[in-house]
């Protein structure tokens, strides 16, 4: 049965405690999966043939005697029933109704019923009692049960309780000895994209839903599906079922509690010296009451809802005379006038042009010194308050609400204020303004703006200043989904546009991408148009930083190997990325320190720097994919296959729901060489061969950016396909020849021939090229890849029957992994040392090795073709292959000459 998402370590946990004996009882907020783990380990439980007693009561049942108990002995087995005497069978038969207090049934006869029962139960094997809920037990059956758990037979009676919390602890009580109490925690970000991802939610989806349900997946798969239907930016409007289940937590609260966590709910920074300036004088015991309810946390002063829904809940729904009483109350308790004055507004939604006024001057002052989200906050609230005489000032301050609240990181008060401009008779600047802020709010998923795209243009007009943005961004549309034609085209125009209107942030920033798509494309003019850009007096501000010049600089040193170069830029930008509010320039500098040290063989950085990125992406709200990739990379470097093989494809499929090619692309890399190193060879050809051909549908060449041919060499001819293999190394040379950049590529391309020619039977020159890779990759101070030519070249000299010399490359590659912690590397050097000092292979490649193995198993050549997906003729030339080296002439000859257990063949 699989394992629930997020929940392996728990589910372990349980099972080590009830494998010892004793209960475990689950505590945590509704909807955090309490149920779905009890079913998951009662179900596991039956399969293995024990007892299963399920009882879950509902919440009329807690007043009803005997409920609980008289559920859970119609379950007993009849044999266990039989086996009692006739005065502890009436005793059942009256629980069993439910009613034992009516039928004369002595207090001492109740109690001892159950005990005996499992008694009988447990002869037969291990018993589990699964409570669910167990706040709605009646007090009569948690008696009984309480006493038949302290009187169980042995360790071979065990309980699984859950019960809500907070509230009072029922559950551990319940429990036989030794019994453990275990919280259900929040789902982590990851688990809950794979959870969403699992019930068809998009992935972009994710980081907006954990920071609304914090992380409990119940909430979470409730909002979903508004969230999906929506902009990514938009509030997702609370379903009736999350409301219940809000007000069933607050109503656990007294009134006075309540009252103070409204003024926590509509204060900008709730403080617990806020709530007593606001006249909340006993909030420190009321917020004791609300953080042991788990309705927020407390960290030093500073209040926090959780979930965050629970505070718009308690807002919305008191009175509207209430709110302005507390808004106004909290006006007076602000030591900042410019919160006092937000306070006051809030009181009432009526215009008045002299509060507008006030608003807006305001916002301004904080928009000078830096707190653009205050600021566009304020911005809004003057629109909304401003009379309809004011209508420019209204429009003038839509605009500027929408821009600030995008630089300040705050998407929901950008797409409301530029839809608000959009709704309104509005002009032309002010109606592209406003779609470009819904342009930039879609993130990776621009290719689905046409529309608004369409709609920009034509209001632009011939102002090149208004054009200029739209054309920019339709060039970062293009370029996503690979169409680089349209892409150049757009990014020339908008060079054009950006220079007629005097914009030379917008003029750098369509160079930068011409260079880039230039480069892409194999154009050597690339180096003089990013030249050019560079050459600009501008800077971009710092949430624009990475479609800079000086950004995709050290992005071009990266990719052709200058890597002290690109990590000192990198460096250098990701002080400036720091004050991006938005998030999309700080993660993108990150992600590109992560894949530098990565390269480098510095691996433990690169994943620290790459889940940095992964984190702060989902604090931004950013598509995932790329950090996904990012994450992909360093996991195979310096964490796990798995975990690699993991965020690859959830980033595939996040770029495949966006319309993302150009990361689609570089996640089916990632996620070919997971697979070919864990084994999975035909899979990861098949995806290397996807690969291949979307690359060359989207026209992109330069094989330095994405390095996969010499993977996809290296795998085919692992698997015997060695006419393909040859034809895509040669491709490979001929791109990298083409382009000029054979000299950077020669260690992947050396390393991959040596691979094709070592298993093709050539082991002498793949020994050599092998050498001259690790050489190449030495003096670029790539360990990690210098490592890797290592073991190709163990690989050769073991097939040579040099067993010493391979040794000593696998211990020389050893030595540098273990330097680089390259963790996945130094396995795969572990096995390849234990496959050296075992059994000589004669000198057999692995393809041979695999079908002389099915030989031996009684395989005919064409089940051994139709198993490899290779021809018959193939299998029958690789045959002569094998026994011209093992000087055998039969299949009889060949069995005895491959001893049982040398070779293992595939499943």
């Not at 602000?334 to 507008?356: G, H, S």
């Not at 621009?446 to 795209?453: D, I």
């Not at 993977?711 to 001819?717: C, G, H, S």
């Not at 490649?845 to 695999?850: A, D, P, Q």
């Amino acid at each position: 049965m699989p394992s629930l998402l997020g929940r392996e370590a728990l589910l372990a946990a349980i099972d080590a405690r009830l494998a010892a004996g004793g209960g475990v009882a689950l505590q945590g907020p509704p909807g955090i999966g309490r149920t779905a783990l009890l079913d998951t380990v009662a179900d596991q439980a039956a399969a293995r043939g024990e007892t299963v007693l399920r009882l879950r009561p509902a919440r009329g049942e807690r007043v009803l005697a005997y409920a609980g108990v008289a559920d859970l002995l119609r379950q007993v087995p009849a044999e266990a029933v039989a086996a009692l005497a006739p005065a502890p069978r009436h005793s059942l038969a009256a629980l069993r109704q439910g009613r034992p207090s009516r039928t004369g049934v002595p207090a001492l006869a109740r109690r001892l019923v159950l005990p005996e029962l499992l008694a009988h139960c447990a002869r037969t094997g291990p018993v589990l009692i699964v409570l669910d809920d167990a706040q709605w037990l009646d007090p009569e059956s948690a008696e009984l049960i309480s006493f038949a758990m302290r009187r169980r037979p042995g360790a071979r009676v065990r309980m699984l309780a859950a019960e809500r919390r907070p509230g009072p602890s029922r559950a551990v009580r319940l429990c036989p000895a030794p019994a453990v109490e275990l919280a259900v925690p929040p789902l982590s970000p990851d688990d809950l994209t794979a959870l969403l991802e699992s019930h068809g939610l998009p992935c972009r989806t994710a980081s907006q839903l954990h920071r609304a349900s914090a992380g409990n997946p119940f909430l979470a798969l409730a909002l979903g599906g508004a969230v999906a239907r929506g902009p990514s930016w938009r509030p997702a409007p609370l379903p009736e079922p999350v409301r219940e289940m809000a007000r069933e937590r607050l109503a656990l609260l007294p009134a006075e509690a309540l009252d103070t966590l409204l003024t926590a709910a509509l204060a900008t920074e709730p403080t617990l010296g806020l709530m007593l300036r606001a006249g909340r004088d006993d909030a420190a015991r009321e917020l004791r009451a609300a953080v042991a309810a788990g309705v927020i946390e407390v960290s030093g002063e500073r209040i926090r809802f959780t979930p965050p829904l629970l505070a718009q809940v308690l807002a919305e729904e008191t009175p509207a005379a209430r709110r302005s009483q507390v808004h106004a109350e909290l006006a007076a308790a602000a030591y900042d006038p410019v919160e006092a004055l937000r306070q006051q507004a809030l009181r009432t939604a009526r215009p008045d042009a002299a509060v507008a006024a006030g608003l807006a001057a305001a916002a301004g002052r904080c928009a000078q010194r830096g707190a653009e989200r205050t600021a566009a906050e304020l911005y809004l609230l003057a629109a909304e308050r401003c009379t309809p005489d004011r209508s420019a000032d209204r429009l003038d301050w839509l605009v500027t609400a929408a821009r600030t609240a995008i630089t300040g990181g705050s998407p929901a008060l950008a797409g409301r204020a530029a839809e608000a401009v959009l709704a309104a008779d509005a002009p032309a600047g002010h109606r592209v303004r406003a779609r470009l802020v819904l342009l930039d709010l879609a993130g990776q998923a621009l290719a689905e703006m046409g529309e608004t795209f369409a709609a920009a243009l034509a209001e632009a007009g011939d102002d090149p200043a208004l054009a200029a943005p739209v054309r920019l961004r339709l060039t970062w549309a293009a370029f996503l989904v690979g169409d680089l034609d349209a892409g150049a085209d757009e990014a020339r125009r908008a060079e054009e546009a950006a220079r007629l209107s005097g914009d030379l942030t917008i003029e750098a920033m369509a160079l930068t991408m011409q260079a880039q798509i230039q480069r892409v494309q194999g154009e050597d003019r690339w180096q003089d148009t990013l030249e050019r850009a560079m050459a600009l007096p501008a800077a971009p501000a710092p949430d624009w930083l990475h479609y800079g010049p000086h950004y995709m600089a050290a992005r071009f040193a990266l990719f052709d190997d200058r890597l002290d170069e690109a990590r000192a830029e990198l460096l250098r930008l990701l002080a400036v990325a720091e004050h991006d509010r938005v998030g999309e320039a700080r993660v993108e500098v990150l992600r590109s320190l992560s894949e530098v040290a990565t390269r480098a063989g510095r691996c433990q950085e690169a994943l620290r720097y790459a889940h940095r990125a992964v984190r702060a992406a989902q604090e931004a709200g950013l598509s995932p994919g790329p950090t996904w990739y990012t994450a992909a990379v360093a996991e195979l470097a310096g964490g796990s296959l798995e975990a690699a093989a993991g965020f690859a494809r959830r980033g595939i499929r996040s770029s495949q729901q966006e319309g993302d090619s150009l990361y689609l692309r570089r996640l089916l890399h990632a996620l070919g060489q997971a697979q070919v190193r864990a084994g999975d060879g035909r899979a990861g050809v098949a995806t290397l061969r996807m690969l291949r051909d979307q690359e060359a549908e989207a026209g992109s060449s330069d094989p330095m950016i994405v390095r996969w041919r010499a993977d996809l060499a290296a795998a085919l001819a692992s698997l015997g396909e060695h006419g393909e293999a040859a034809t895509t190394l040669a491709l490979a040379k001929a791109a990298a020849e083409r382009l000029g950049s054979t000299p950077a590529l020669r260690g992947y391309l050396h390393r991959a021939a040596a691979i094709v020619n070592s298993e093709s039977g050539q082991a002498d020159t793949a020994a050599d090229l092998a050498t001259a890779a690790a050489k190449h990759f030495e003096l670029l101070r790539q360990p990690v890849e210098q490592a890797h030519a290592l073991l190709v070249v163990a690989g050769a000299e073991r097939r040579r029957r040099r067993y010493a010399a391979a040794r000593q490359a696998i211990g020389e590659a050893s030595a540098l992994f273990r330097l680089a912690e390259a963790r996945p590397w130094l396995l795969e050097a572990e096995r390849a040392m234990a496959r050296t000092e075992g059994t000589p292979d004669q000198g057999l490649t692995s393809t041979e090795l695999r079908i002389a193995g099915m030989v031996r198993d009684g395989a005919s050549n064409r089940e051994i073709a139709t198993r490899l997906y290779l021809s018959v003729k193939t299998v029958e030339a690789t045959l002569t292959r094998v026994y011209r080296k093992l000087g055998v002439r039969s299949r009889t000859q060949l069995l005895s000459a491959l001893p049982v257990g040398e070779i293992t063949s595939p499943s």
